[in-house]
């Protein structure tokens, strides 16, 4: 199947229903400054809010940093090894839980 078939039979549907269930799609320029750069699998601000709201009291803002840093090196040892711990560079944009 073409790139361009593919993009509008299968991912274009799921980016809809994405948006639809309340997340939003990023250009891959944002995606890039929130990820600091192009081989960090994580968007840093998006996740250091999320980790702490999600452990409030127990999980300030350094912890999370080193919970993000630990992640992050994890996934790029293992970037190419195993399906879903590495995001690609080059991704078309990317969509995030508001």
């Given at each position: 199947?073409?790139?361009?078939?593919?993009?509008?039979?299968?991912?274009?549907?799921?980016?809809?229903?994405?948006?639809?269930?309340?997340?939003?799609?990023?250009?891959?320029?944002?995606?890039?400054?929130?990820?600091?750069?192009?081989?960090?699998?994580?968007?840093?601000?998006?996740?250091?809010?999320?980790?702490?709201?999600?452990?409030?009291?127990?999980?300030d803002?350094?912890?999370?940093?080193?919970?993000?840093?630990?992640?992050?090196?994890?996934?790029?040892q293992?970037?190419?090894?195993?399906?879903?711990?590495?995001?690609?560079?080059?991704?078309?944009?990317?969509?995030?839980?508001?």
């Open positions: 199947m073409p790139l361009s078939s593919e993009r509008f039979t299968v991912r274009m549907p799921l980016v809809y229903y994405a948006e639809e269930a309340g997340w939003v799609y990023l250009q891959p320029e944002e995606a890039l400054r929130l990820r600091r750069g192009d081989t960090n699998p994580l968007l840093w601000e998006v996740f250091l809010r999320q980790v702490q709201r999600l452990n409030p009291g127990s999980v803002a350094l912890q999370a940093g080193e919970i993000g840093k630990r992640l992050a090196s994890r996934a790029s293992h970037r190419g090894q195993s399906p879903g711990l590495g995001i690609p560079a080059r991704a078309e944009g990317h969509l995030r839980p508001v």
